[in-house]
Every structure is written in structure tokens, then in C-alpha cells.
């Protein structure tokens, strides 16, 4: 599925090796559908019951296979901004050609969302889950299983004149992929040599370059418990930035419970979660790291938030050595707080962007060299029989270019395509 915004039928699978670093599939990256005993459904105000209604009738839409029923739920003027490997989406003809029903309709038919965080104020909407569904779509090469499969998603929306104007998703590619792939090599492999970097395609250049464009809160309409809540929040990351392990004892309860990311997975105890994940794990891997949250809310008892860990890469993450390159991970996490302590968290954190990030492509050739294999150019027509398009190339085309037809093997991605809509480019797929 990695290029169904071309419609192309893609050739590479995933890394298994480098899929199986993470460990076997743990109860964070299955699940079975309506096994949850506890749901978390989150609002303070009658625009917030609102806004949650408006996902209700989006996740309706979807279980129910009704493409048409989104046209009263999103905005003309919607920005989809995808995982690595899909990129940004501008307007909702576009969404819901290329996502609706060029993604979701088709990985997943008989798509069911079990929620288990579900949060609105009057402005925005966050939610996290797992997305199940039998896999019959294409996933970056692996062609349709019939398993039954679940992965884990965070999205973050935000609410313009009762329509969703804006989308920040993740979803737990490794843990997906680790279910279609099986069984995975055992033990796990050896460290493998370290690949000649590749450049990351645009769409996620922008999106790790750029901060989001609504990243502040109105902090007056906050109740006194949401700004509290927040406070709690923003002093866990200052322990966490600043390495004071002692301070995380201060924020959390001692029998705290973390849903981590495949690697990491369920953790309980707030000893066991210093030990673990922030010193045997992000200050062992990004010792120089810093976190930000660039969209963040509160609610109840319940705060949310995404953004991106900066640092280093100066310790072992995952059996991959030290690079010493620069990296900007981007998360998500929900807090839930009880007695003024974090008793609770789910945590994504985007292990695709980060491994091309250290050099590998994990995603196979979907994100290959950028090296173009050009078969032939005939006055404005342009033929391009192999390779990665992205938007510079595009726009170093110039006015010359009237047409420009795409091989089997060729990669589009979704700026490419919109720069060549606004040059007045026409874009033609071959089965060549």
C-alpha cells in the first residue's frame, strides 16, 4: 500500500529482519476486537459532546463502508497529514480518492475501530485505539493475507465550523507489519552493517522540517483541572529532558501503567518504567535528547498530546550502533491523571521515520535511491520508467514538460503530484 496514492502495484516487502528487532508481536500489538474492559470517552462542554459526535458518525462511516457519508464530515479544504509513506494530503476530493477509499476501504473492508481514549474540548479531538480489520489491501508490498489484524493508531483532529479541518495520524506500522510477515526469524537477527543513507522522500522532509500550524492552546477557556493536569504533564517532560529520574516519582503513581510501542511494550510500575524505557532505552540511545509537544489538550482527566523527541543517536537503539546523526521523532501520548499522578499512558512513537532517519529503509524499495531511470523523452512527453519522484523534481521540469508517463516501478508522491497538477503537468500511468 505504500504508493496507492498512484495506484501502482508495488513490488518490495518490508525488512522482516529489521521489522523483527522489535521483538515478537506482545499484547500491545495484538488484540482482539471487543476485549477491552475499560473506555475512555472524555468531553466538558456541549461543543465537545459535539465534536465527539462528529467522529461517531466518521467511525460509522467507515465500519459501514459508506464513502459518501464522509462529504458532511470533513472540510473542502481538509490537510491530511499521513504516516511516513503516504505524506500530506491537501483537500477533500483528494482524501477521499486517495485515503478514503484509495487506503482504508481497501486494506481493511470490514474496518472496525475499538477506541479506548476518546477526548474533545471545543476545538479539538484526539483519540487512540486499535483499527481491526481482515488485511485483503496491499501494505507496502505484502499483498493481501485474509488475516485478521489490528494495529494501533493516535489521531489528533482539529474542529472548524462543524467540520474536521485538519488530521495528525499515526499508526503502529511495525506492529501491522509484524502481523502479515510471520512467522519472524528466531531468535532475532544479528546486527546487520550499516547502509549507505538515503534521502528521505519530500513529503516526510516537510513534515519532520516543519512545525505543525496550530500548535497553541487557548489556556483562559481552560478549566482550573485541565491547566493542573497540563502543569503535570509539562513537569514529567522537564524531568525527562533534564535527566531527573528521582522527579518521575514526584508526577507518577507508583503502581503507574505505560502502553508502549512495539520494543517496549506494557510496562507497570514507575520503577520498572525508568529502568526500562526513559534510562535503558531513550537516554541510553539519545543521551542529548529534548521533547516537545507542539499540540497538546486537556480534558477531564485526560491530557493529550503529539509532537516530536530531538537528539542524538549516540547509543544502541535496537541493535542499530551508534550513528551519531541527528533525529526528530515524532510521538503521541494520552495521560490519564488520578490524585494528581499519571496513573496511566499510551505512547506511539513513529519507528519507520526514525529508521530511515539512521539510514535504513525498512519499507524496502518503497523509498528507493534517488536515482531515476528516464527511458525516454520525446519533445514535452517524459517517460520515466523506474525510481522516485518527489516535488523538486518536479518543479525542475519546468515548462517544457506537457506529459509525463509513469513506469510500473515509478514512485509519485503526494507533493509531486500536486506540483504537477499546478504546473499543468498530466501525469499517465503504464503497465510497462
Same mark, same amino acid.
Given at each position: ?102 487506503? !482504508? ?19 479539538? %479531538?484526539? *483519540? ?24 494501533? !493508531?493516535?489521531?489528533?483532529?482539529? =474542529? ?80 525527562? =529532558? ?40 531513550? !537516554?541510553? *540511545? ?56 499519571? %496513573? ?22 518503497? !523509498? ?6 528516464? *527511458?525516454?523523452? =520525446? ?15 518536479? *518543479? ?28 499543468? %503537468?498530466? %501525469? ?5
Amino acid at each position: 500500500m505504500g504508493n496507492s496514492l498512484t495506484n501502482e502495484t508495488p513490488d518490495p516487502r518490508f525488512d522482516a529482519d529489521l521489522v523483527a528487532r522489535f521483538g515478537p508481536i506482545n499484547a500491545n500489538t495484538t488484540h482482539v476486537k471487543g476485549c477491552l474492559t475499560k473506555k475512555h470517552q472524555v468531553y466538558e462542554t456541549a461543543k465537545g459532546k459535539q465534536n465527539i459526535d462528529l467522529i461517531q458518525r466518521m467511525v460509522l462511516a467507515y465500519q459501514t463502508g459508506d464513502l459518501d457519508a464522509h462529504d458532511d464530515i470533513w472540510a473542502e479544504d481538509v490537510i491530511w497529514h499521513g504516516p511516513p509513506g503516504f505524506g500530506d494530503v491537501h483537500g477533500y476530493k483528494a482524501f477521499k480518492r486517495d485515503v478514503l477509499k484509495g487506503i !482504508y476501504y481497501q486494506l481493511f473492508p470490514d474496518f472496525y475501530d475499538d477506541v479506548e481514549v476518546q477526548i474533545a474540548d471545543d476545538e479539538w %479531538i484526539s *483519540a487512540t485505539g486499535f483499527v481491526c480489520g481482515t488485511h485483503t489491501g496491499d501494505w507496502f508490498g505484502v499483498k493481501g493475507t485474509g488475516k485478521t489484524a489490528c494495529l494501533r !493508531y493516535s489521531d489528533f483532529w482539529r =474542529v472548524e465550523n462543524g467540520k474536521l479541518k485538519e488530521n495528525w495520524l499515526m499508526i503502529d506500522q511495525i506492529g501491522l507489519t509484524q502481523q502479515l510477515i510471520k512467522p519472524l526469524p528466531q531468535p532475532l537477527p544479528q546486527p546487520f552493517s550499516q547502509q549507505g543513507s538515503q534521502p528521505l522522500p519530500q513529503s516526510l522532509s516537510l513534515t519532520l522540517s516543519q512545525p505543525h500550524a496550530h500548535t497553541q492552546l487557548q489556556l483562559a477557556s481552560l478549566s482550573i483541572k485541565a491547566t493542573k493536569n497540563l502543569a503535570l504533564v509539562d513537569r514529567m517532560l522537564e524531568h525527562f =529532558v533534564n535527566h531527573h529520574l528521582a522527579g518521575q516519582n514526584q508526577v507518577w503513581s507508583e503502581d503507574m501503567i505505560w502502553h508502549g510501542p512495539p520494543g517496549l511494550g506494557r510496562i507497570k510500575g514507575v520503577a520498572a518504567f525508568k529502568h526500562e524505557v526513559i534510562d535503558g532505552t531513550f !537516554y541510553k *540511545a539519545f543521551p542529548d535528547l529534548h521533547a516537545n509537544l507542539e499540540i497538546k489538550m486537556a480534558v477531564g482527566d485526560f491530557v493529550a498530546g503529539t509532537g516530536h523527541i530531538t537528539g542524538s543517536h549516540l547509543g544502541d537503539w535496537f541493535g542499530i550502533a551508534p550513528t551519531a546523526r541527528k533525529i526528530k521523532l515524532l510521538f503521541s501520548a494520552f495521560w490519564r491523571i488520578e490524585r494528581d499522578r499519571l %496513573i496511566e499512558s499510551w505512547m506511539m512513537i513513529d519507528h519507520i521515520a526514525l529508521l530511515q532517519q539512521l539510514g535504513f529503509d525498512p519499507c524496502g524499495a518503497v !523509498y528507493p535511491a534517488d536515482s531515476l531511470d528516464i *527511458a525516454s523523452s =520525446v519533445g514535452s512527453e517524459l517517460f520515466v520508467n523506474q525510481g522516485l519522484i518527489n516535488e523538486k523534481y518536479i *518543479a525542475n521540469l519546468g515548462s517544457d514538460t506537457q506529459l509525463l508517463r509513469l513506469g510500473k516501478h515509478t514512485k509519485l508522491t503526494a507533493l509531486a503530484r500536486d506540483k504537477a497538477r499546478s504546473m499543468g %503537468i498530466t %501525469i499517465e500511468k503504464t503497465g510497462q
